[in-house]
């Protein structure tokens, strides 16, 4: 397992900070010699960190520590990644988790992705890849507060509207039609966004990863479907409730619902 930093190119210089120089990153990985040597190449590029070798280390630190992002392994002693990121969502809701997974489980990956991954992170991996999908995880999930400013076109626009559902846009939040706030990870919100902001227009998988920021993956790679598919599920509930995401065969994805701005 140590040649998943091996041949990378080196981590950029301590001192230079991360997104948020109070990010911290639990790092769940029981190969102690990886484990320590990601956890030392966060902090020397401005993260917090901590490193943990299973499941009961994990629950263990976040009962005790405030944990911004997971970095979590899918092959652990005991119970395995896949596992443990299912107990996550039930118990940290939008947690922020990006899975560690070898080269080539694409099974892993997507189901990974399909219980609430906000990304993955393929063996072997480089210095600059791990920091750049932390960085880009943490940005995602961040505060609406800690976020730059919208250009001034959008700044006007509180909410949005479709259907029954609300999405307010300073808090980041979906609202459901009861009102009540639909538990929502990074990506799917960044999608939902990309959604709501081309609707009635066919998105290529393409186009969804550059309006969304998401970079989950290749276009190519099953990731697109799976991330859509879980917000398809959650706007749409169980079969036959009203269609929302329409899958344009050879094409892409397309957004029914009509989308109303107010301030």
Known sequence: MNAALSGSPPGEPPGRRGL????????????????????????????????????????????????????????????????LLRELRTERGALPVV??????????????LDLGADDYL???????????????????????????????????????????WTVDLARRELLGPGGTVVD??????????????????VLARNQILELSRGRLADPNDRSVDVLVSRLRRKLEGKEGGTAMIKTVRGAGYMFLPTVERVG
């Open 184 to 201: 929502l990870s990074g990506a799917e919100y960044d999608l939902l966004l990309a959604f709501i902001e081309h609707p009635h227009r």
């Open 20 to 83: 948020d120089p109070e990010a911290h990153v639990l790092v769940v990985e029981d190969d102690a010699s990886m484990r320590h040597l990601i956890a030392r190449l966060l902090r020397e590029n401005g993260f917090r960190s901590t490193g943990v070798r299973d499941g009961r280390e994990m629950w263990e630190t976040l009962r005790n520590t405030e944990v911004d992002l997971i970095l979590l392994d899918v092959m652990l002693p005991g119970h395995s990644g896949i596992e």
């Open 99 to 112: 899975m560690v997974t070898a080269k080539g489980s694409e099974a892993d990956r997507v189901l990974g």
């Open 122 to 164: 393929p063996k072997p991996f480089g210095r600059r890849e791990l920091l750049a999908r932390v960085r880009a995880v943490l940005r995602r999930a961040r505060p609406a507060a800690a976020a730059p400013a919208e250009p001034a076109a959008r700044t006007s626009v509180q909410r949005v509207r479709f259907d029954s």
